[in-house]
């Protein structure tokens, strides 16, 4: 069973930054679509920023100007640089991956937390 491995979440305090990774935890297959979601307790899981493997992006009106997602193909893998952290990003973050053919992978997730 493929599934998506993060790393980085933790504690910041406002205005600081973080940054996440997240790579599948077999590799030898190529993914079209790479993301990070979010969610917090009782609310809908929310698209933070996805990016294709052509580079194409995108964001939440919320996070942009903050965030940037980047991947690195050779490596399967994806990043979210999150600056300017706020306590309303306080959230557990999801790593997504989808490939061409529709499958669909899943990480754990990972706790940021952002407070004083």
């Known amino acids: 069973q493929v599934q998506m491995v993060e790393s980085g979440g933790g504690l910041v305090q406002p205005g600081g930054s973080l940054r996440l990774s997240c790579g599948p935890s077999?590799?030898?297959?190529?993914?079209?679509?790479m993301g990070w979601y979010r969610q917090t307790l009782g609310e809908e899981r929310e698209l933070v920023a996805a990016?294709?493997?052509?580079?194409?992006?995108a964001y939440a009106d919320s996070v942009k100007g903050r965030f940037t997602i980047s991947r690195d193909n050779a490596k399967n893998t994806v990043y979210l640089q999150m600056n300017s952290l706020k306590p309303e990003d306080t959230a557990v973050y999801y790593c997504?991956?989808?490939?061409?053919?529709?499958?669909?992978?899943w990480g754990q997730g990972t706790q940021v937390t952002v407070s004083s």
């Open positions: 077999v590799g030898a297959f190529s993914l079209n679509v």
């Open positions: 997504n991956g989808k490939t061409w053919s529709g499958a669909d992978y």
């Open positions: 990016i294709t493997r052509g580079g194409d992006t």
